[in-house]
């Protein structure tokens, strides 16, 4: 099977060479298959949430390799790396953002429509998630009238989309109670029961990935205590 993510010793080091410089990431090295679920588990301030931004492309290591679907993103133009982010990589965070003027539906298809596909198919695909989700009564309504946990799985229905290789999760639900954390618990493995995505779902929740039985990384201040050793 082959890998979507893999990451070659990757460091990552802030404000490197200042007073304020901190050590990150220290040679963290790991893959995702495709068709896999991992927990990336670690305390507060750990480097999970850094782990997330580099795997999405949204940061550079500062050394290392980070590799999507076989593509080398040390060697790569910011443009070249925003279309592959696009293309490819969905992320869930813990606090969802919506655009407060448009509704639900709205704001799941809006990635879409931007990215320039066909409204009605879009609007089509967007209305069978709603009812694989048990959303379809709720999609008409704006952000302010739902519940936190009716937003999150809005959220990841609108990080599906586009059909991403690569689903980076973090910790989406930690701001819920466990009656609406099981619900998106729940969505997120409809989902994958259909999908060949890689997902990678931070959490600092030992007993919900022991609990699993999924794979589970363990980082500890910067560092992998499990990850796939060295390259
Ligand atoms: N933009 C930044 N500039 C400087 N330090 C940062 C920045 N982002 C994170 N850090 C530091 O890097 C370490 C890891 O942070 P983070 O990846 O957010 O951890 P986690 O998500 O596990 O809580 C922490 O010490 C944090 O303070
Ligand atoms: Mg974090």
Excluded: W
């Amino acid at each position: 099977m082959s890998d979507i993510l893999v990451f070659e010793k990757a460091v990552k080091i802030y404000s490197a060479g200042t007073p304020l410089e901190v050590k990150a990431l220290s040679e963290v090295s790991f893959s995702l298959a495709e068709s896999s679920f991992t927990y990336l588990l670690g305390p507060s301030g750990s480097g999970k949430t850094t782990i997330l931004n580099l795997a999405g492309l949204l940061d550079s290591a500062s050394a290392g390799r980070i590799i999507i679907s076989g593509n080398d993103s040390s060697v790569m133009t910011e443009k070249e790396k925003a279309h592959l982010r696009n293309s490819s990589v969905g992320f869930v965070f813990q606090q969802p953002t919506f655009l407060p003027e448009f509704t639900a539906e709205e704001n799941v298809m809006m990635p879409s429509l931007i990215a320039g596909a066909d409204k009605k198919s879009v609007q089509e695909k967007a209305r069978r998630f709603f009812d694989t989700m048990g959303l379809a009564e709720r999609a008409a309504h704006y952000p302010s009238q739902l519940s936190g946990g009716e937003l999150q799985r809005f959220a990841i229905l609108r990080a599906l989309m586009n059909n991403p290789a690569l689903l980076l999760c973090d910790e989406p639900t930690g701001q819920l109670d466990d009656g609406n954390a099981a619900l998106v618990m729940e969505a997120m493995k409809l989902f994958l029961e259909q999908s060949a995505a890689a997902v990678l779902f931070v959490t600092h929740n030992r007993d919900l990935a022991a609990a699993s039985g999924r794979r589970v990384l363990h980082l500890r201040n910067g560092v992998l205590q499990n990850g796939d050793g060295s390259y």
